[in-house]
Every structure is written in C-alpha cells, then in structure tokens.
C-alpha cells in the first residue's frame, strides 16, 4: 500500500483538474478537504524544525563542519538562483507574454508592500525571544534559536543527554506523524487542485496564457537543465531517480504553493527516497524552504519583463543585471507561503522603475504561477540538500539506488 502512494496522488492530481474542468466554480464544496491538508502539514513544521534542526547540529558535532555546510549550502542558493532570474528574463524575452496586450480588467487587487531592507533582515534573524519566534512560526529565528541550542548541547556533552534525546524522539515522533499524514494526500490534494481548476477555467487564463506559459516553460528548464546537471555532477545521482525520489514533495508544493508547508515532505523524500543524511537535510532544507526560491526568482524576471512590456518599455542591459540582482535578493526575502512572491515582485519592478499597476495584471492569475514557482522553489532545495550531502559524504550511496519514489509512514 506505502508503494503506491505516489500513484495515488498523481492519479488524485489527474481527477481534480478533470473535475474542475468539468464541474467548474461549484467544485469549491471539495476545498475543505484541501484546507485540512493544508492545516495538517502545517500544524508539523515547527516542532519538526525546531527539533530535527537541534539534532543535526548537535550530531554535527563541531563548528568547523557545521560552517563548512552552511558555506556551501549558501553558496548553491545563490548560485542557482541567480541562474533562475536569468532563464526567467530570457524566457520573458522570448515568449513577450506582455507585448501588444489588450486586457480586459482584472478584478484582484494586491497591496504593494515595503519589501524590508537588507540589514533589518539580517538583523531580525536574531530573536528577542525564542519562544515567541517558535509561536509565530518565524522561521529564520527558528532557525538561529536551534542552531544554538545544538551548540549549546554539543559542548555540553553528556551532560545534557537527556535534553538530547528529548529533541531525538520529539523528531523522530515528528516523522512518524508526516508519514500518518501523506496517507490523507492524495485526498488533500484532490480538495486543493480541484477547486483552482474549477475557478479559473480556460477562458481566465486565455489573455494571460503566454505569461502562464512562459513561467511553466521556464520552470521546467530550470528544473530539468540545472538540478540534472547539479545532481548528476556533485552527487552523480542519475537525474530520473532523484526527479522520482522528490516527486511526493514536488506535487505537494504544486498543490498548496507553499514551501514552508511542504517542508516535512521534503524532507521525508530526501532522506527516505534519496539517500540524505538527516544532519544534512535537517540543516539544509528548513533553510531552504525560508530563503532558496529559485521558481520566485524565474517568475520574478518573466513578470517584470512582462510588465514593461505591457507598458511598452525597454529595459536596459544594466537594468537588467539590477533585475538579477534585486530578484535574488527578494526571493531570498520571500516567504514561503502563498501569494509571497507576487508582494515582492513589487520590491523587484521598483528598482528598475517600472509602474506598481503592472502588479494587477498578474494578480488575477497569480495562484497559478505560484503553483509551478512552489515547485520549483522545493526542487531546488531538495537539489541543494543531494549536492551538500555528497560533497559533506553524507549521501547514502546504497539508498541512492533503490529509490523508492515514495514516502512511508
Ligand atoms: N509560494 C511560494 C513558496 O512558498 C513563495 C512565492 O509566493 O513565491 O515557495
């Protein structure tokens, strides 16, 4: 039964669009299914992060290993971000998914919000106060507040053993409850696909198609071109077994368009079906699913484009390089969880000067794109996280092999 849960979910995927498509708006009344999906992957991630994170740094065991991976975790985010921007530029220059467009009004308003600058960012990593870090669920301060925990429980040794095992088994009961949880997936998925094929039927996404696929194409370009070529020369992992190992956390992202929300998939696929260790994903992937967005950056470069040429502006070549620039910087700000990345995509356009009501011609089809940005977004972390393993010989060869394509409880 545990084998064939990704067919499962692949056939639930193929129902849902088959019934939204039929069915249309009225499928709405399944979204509760998708809701409590949505609410029971969400409702792991903190305990999941907190204490699998303090076990991979505790088991790291030293600060030299530790910098050394987080050196080289950093180093691929920004690296195959920037290469994301860029194919998303490209891509919007090819396909001029805004030239000569006559748009028809669309309804959804979007706020433009401030994306906060550099230094705030940095410095708000650092929590006042861990406990309201954990219960507002911020993620990077999660994050700072484990690190130090495990340090803290690696320099005391034995004396902390019980608080040790304490954040072991609190993981290891994180897991067991995942795996629980992606038996209801193919359900959940189903109730979150097929309302959004049911609201935005053809005749939505017509005006805007060529922007929807240029995004899509851009997607899967990146995906196939740049985490082939990453897991096949760091982790000389064949591309197919690592696509098939990930695909459970692939297609939960495409359904809910949230990385933070996926992150416990994520990390159940690379470990189980890919070989990773869990000192390395439990380091890598929390941080990815908070600053690694290659798909926000892609579609980033593609809108903004696609924005100045709604409005028949040229970008400059030097605009251009602020554009890779400024979307690495804003993906990295960007969290994840729905509709983010279309906030910051304000951030992007106003630093190459474009007009902010280029922001509305995306809203009304925004959901969409974000769907294939999401999977892309966990793609790469979970490319981050083979890469990082192999190169820290953290990657269990013999798993590696055997993949099982899917996730068991
Ligand atoms: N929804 C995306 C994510 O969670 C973020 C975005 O909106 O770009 O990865």
Known sequence: MKDNLLTKILVSFVLAILAGALIGPSIEIVKPLGDLFLRLIKFIIVPLVLASLVVGVASTGDMKKLGRMGGKTVAYYLLTTALAVTIGLVLGNVFAPGAGLDLPAIE?????KEAPGLMDTLVNIVPTNPIAALVEGNMLQIIFFAIFLGLGITM???KVKTVQSFFEQLAEIMYKITGLVMRFAPIGIFGLVAPIVGKYGLSVLMPLLKLILAVAVGSILHTV???STSVKLFAKMSPVKFFKG???????????SSSAGTLPITIKSTEENLGVSRKVSSFVLPLGATINMDGTALYQGVCVIFVAQFFGMDLTFAQQLTIILTATLA?????GVPGAGLIMLTMVMTSVGLPLEGIALIAGIDRILDMFRTSVNVTGDASAAVVVAALEGELASGQVDQVKGTISA
């Open 225 to 227: 071109i740049t985490y």
């Open 246 to 256: 990930i695909a459970p956390a692939t297609l939960v992202a495409f359904s809910t």
């Open 331 to 335: 993906s990295i700000g960007t969290a």
């Open 108 to 112: 959804e308003k979007v706020e433009p």
């Open 156 to 158: 005391l040794g034995d």
